[in-house]
């Protein structure tokens, strides 16, 4: 089941990235103002659909690098923030088996 992203604090009004979508239950979320480096651990459910995550302008005002550990491959689908607009990546973890925890880092490009 695709569920939103419940469980984890909201961030401060754009200052970090936010899950909009989970493709699993949450484990932690954290970020680091200083690097600006966003960090999502999630115990993935097994549904066929991606883990939607904001970009937001102010953090990542010329692009974000996305990487993922834990899982065997990871589909994403970055569309990248501009100077006005939010960002969205889609990451999708395609072979991983339910209840593996998989790590999203998002840092500024």
Known sequence: ?????????????????????????????????????????YRVNGVDAPTRVALPPSVYPFGASIAVTGAPRADIDLRQPSKTWYGLADISLPDAKPGTVATVTISPA
């Not at 754009?14 to 103002?33: I, N």
């Open 1 to 41: 089941m695709l569920r939103r992203a419940a469980g984890l604090a909201a961030p401060a009004a754009a200052t970090a990235s936010a899950p909009m979508l989970s493709a699993g239950s949450p484990v932690s979320e954290s970020y680091d103002p200083a690097t600006k480096v966003w960090t999502l651990r």
